[in-house]
């Protein structure tokens, strides 16, 4: 590609032309969206503020942020995972009925097989991850007394994800009728599955901490769990891995669309 044609982000001409374009086609909501999905992935010290600020105006037009939201995980990579999850937090986010359709039909899904032989880059358990946080939205609406979405959730307890089903038993347990539903759940549940009905969820604060995790180890373990100083061999393969995975994902920074470590649910999702 001819230099005098490249932007300094990379972009060619035609490619900015584009995405002005497509910037110039957003709604005023979409406009929002845009810039609350952006705030997800902010690192700055007024990040969450900034956040919070953006999901308040947002909040103001439900009706359309669903739409605009939809429209934008239709619009996403199957394989861009962490956009499709930034949409289905900002959905879940919105705490509004009007994006119960949407996390609802998302939770139902099929999950599709599995696409990577790595086990420690599951495609089955990303879509998971998608589908959970989009079943917390649904537990939020539950727990306000939206009827629609504790019939949601029940649905959720027939699907075959086991971490669907874990997660849509506590949103019932945890909804106006969860006391009346736990003998009903107890009956449809397998036996091997009803310890599913005692769990409760724990702040990590409030958890038991290990004082000293290296306490029952022998000095030869705990001489091995020192973790030494890579030569320059193994920084350079670890910047060429994370440069091939930014390039896997592919999207710029200024559209925002990939949380990362800012804190909020994602990474607490265990991949089961």
């Known amino acids: 590609m001819d230099e005098s044609n490249v932007s300094p982000s990379g972009e060619g001409s035609d490619q900015l032309q584009v995405r002005e374009r497509e910037a110039a086609r957003l709604s005023p909501v979409g406009t929002m969206v845009r810039d609350l ?23 103001e037009h439900p009706l359309d942020a669903v739409i605009e939201l939809a429209r934008q995980e239709c619009s996403c990579r199957a394989e861009d995972y962490s956009t499709r999850w930034a949409v289905v937090y900002a959905a879940a986010a919105l705490e509004h009925r009007a994006a119960l359709p949407l996390l609802k039909n998302i939770v139902l899904t ?15 358990a990303e879509e998971t991850i998608i589908r959970t946080t989009a079943v917390d939205g649904v537990a939020a609406l539950a727990r306000r007394g939206e009827e629609g979405a504790v019939e949601a959730l029940r649905e959720f307890v027939d699907l075959p994800s086991f971490s ?13 009728r969860g006391d009346d539903l736990r ?9 091997d599955q009803a310890f599913l009905l005692d769990l409760k969820r724990v702040d990590v ?50 559209e925002g669309n990939s949380p990362d470590a800012s804190g909020r649910e994602r990474g607490e999702k265990g991949k089961e």
Do not use: F, W
């Open 37 to 59: 999905l952006a705030k997800m992935n902010a690192g700055s010290d007024d990040a969450e503020d900034e956040y919070q600020q953006a999901l308040k105006r947002l909040r």
């Open 205 to 254: 604060r409030d958890a038991p901490q290990v004082d000293d995790p290296q306490r029952h180890l022998s000095e030869a373990g705990r001489y091995a769990n020192k973790a030494g100083s890579p030569d320059l061999q193994d920084r350079r393969r670890s910047q060429a891995t994370a440069e091939r995975r930014e390039g896997v994902h592919g999207g710029e920074p200024s």
């Open 183 to 191: 003998n009903r759940l107890r009956e449809c549940l397998p036996k």
């Open 110 to 124: 099929p999950v599709p097989p599995e696409r990577n032989e790595d086990p420690h880059a599951s495609t089955v």
């Open 164 to 176: 669907i089903r874990r997660a849509a038993i506590q949103g019932l347990l945890a909804s106006p």
